[in-house]
């Protein structure tokens, strides 16, 4: 247990050191209570490994491929095997998230282009063209600009665009 506090205080420290660097940045920090750890289970480094990759895997898996990854059976795997489908799962994350960076980016070309087509065929400036094409969507009523951006396959980056629309 000794071993894995002082795992944990040094994990710990890092973030704190991280957070120290990178103004704005906020890492959460790990329980440092023995009994905390001691009620998970959690009594070694190797069992804490275990926890993080059981737990990343677990997670990510709904990133890379849309549902959590409640199939696996973790207590069969080898460390050495949780390591292998942390990697695994990290490049499928990568590839999901290059995949749906693409996809925003031709949904708001296509966006801008429908934009461009009604301020051409008569809106008198942008945001009147975006309320036309949020009526031409059934979107006219909708309060939730982060609901916007999803049915029309934008990045949540993108919700100001209709904050001032009455959206």
Request: aromatic share 10%; net charge negative.
């Amino acid at each position: 247990m000794t071993n894995l506090l002082n795992h944990i205080k040094t994990i710990n420290t890092n973030s704190r050191q991280q957070m120290a660097q990178n103004p704005g940045w906020y890492i959460g920090m790990l329980s440092e209570d023995p009994k905390h750890w001691s009620e998970m289970g959690i009594l070694t480094v190797e069992d804490y490994e275990r926890y993080e990759l059981e737990t990343y895997i677990y997670d990510a898996h709904k990133t890379a491929f849309g549902v959590k990854g409640r199939h696996y059976k973790f207590s069969e795997m080898t460390l050495e095997e949780l390591k292998a489908e942390a990697d695994y799962i990290s490049k499928a994350c990568d590839q999901a998230m290059a995949e749906e960076e693409q996809a925003e980016k031709e949904a708001k070309a296509k966006f801008e282009k429908r934009v461009s087509d009604m301020i051409q065929t008569g809106a008198k400036d942008r945001e009147t063209a975006i309320r036309w094409i949020l009526q031409a969507e059934g979107l006219e009523d909708e309060k939730d600009a982060g609901y916007i951006c999803y049915s029309l396959g934008l990045s949540y980056d993108d919700e100001k665009m209709f904050q001032n629309l009455g959206a």
